[in-house]
T-cell receptor, first 116, second 112 residues
């Protein structure tokens, strides 16, 4: 199993550009999520999905879109990049989910994004 | 608002000693807490999960406790090694609506 994969590893964008961060998992996990991690801010949830076709907003969703057409893939789209979106982005998945309880998560290697 | 707080100051200890990291939670009652390890430039890796009724859980040199009275979880690494140097994150726990709450993490440095 490859686990959770993310591409690209690094990206530089100009303000106003759009792009998609890719995330895929091969563990048949239902729950997938996107985080951003900034110094002094910790991990903050952007969007999450509890299954194909179902997505919801996290703590900091503005400026980002997601979709979940398959169990395996959960891309994150930046609509119009801003310098405030400079961050490290992590995708994660989890198979253990009961009601509102989400258990251990598997993280991808991260994408380091710089917006100039 | 619901919050998880960890010591923001880095913890420096000598090899062989026991490292103890603290996680305090406020404004909610998590049914469980999780601990993760994060190395520089990498994603967090799951270590242990403890439920509110378990009080203590062990895995090799790791031990986690959960005190619902103090609203606190402690994470211990016994016989610490330089390879244990990393940032340790408490959380996540789904407060409301699966919006997972994380601590900021505590950096641990084990000196040889």
């Amino acid at each position: 199993n490859a686990g959770v994969t993310q591409t690209p590893k690094f990206q530089v964008l100009k303000t106003g550009q759009s792009m998609t961060l890719q995330c895929a998992q091969d563990m048949n996990h239902e729950y997938m999520s996107w985080y951003r991690q900034d110094p002094g801010m910790g991990l903050r949830l952007i969007h999450y999905s509890v299954g194909a076709g179902i997505t919801d907003q996290g703590e900091v969703p503005n400026g980002y879109n997601v979709s979940r057409s398959t169990t395996e893939d959960f891309p994150l789209r930046l609509l119009s990049a801003a310098p405030s979106q400079t961050s490290v982005y992590f995708c994660a998945s989890s198979y253990r989910m009961t009601g509102t309880t989400v258990y251990e998560q598997y993280f991808g290697p991260g994408t380091r994004l710089t917006v100039t | 608002s619901q919050k998880i707080e960890q010591n923001s100051e880095a913890l420096n200890i000598q090899e062989g000693k026991t490292a103890t990291l603290t996680c305090n939670y406020t404004n909610y009652s998590p049914a469980y807490l999780q601990w993760y390890r994060q190395d520089p430039g990498r994603g967090p890796v799951f270590l242990l999960l403890i439920r509110e009724n378990e009080k203590e859980k062990r895995k090799e040199r790791l031990k986690v406790t959960f005190d619902t009275t103090l609203k606190q979880s402690l994470f211990h690494i016994t016989a610490s090694q330089p390879a244990d140097s990393a940032t340790y994150l408490c959380g996540p726990n789904a407060g409301n609506n699966r919006k997972l709450i994380w601590g900021l993490g505590t950096s641990l440095a084990v000196n040889p």
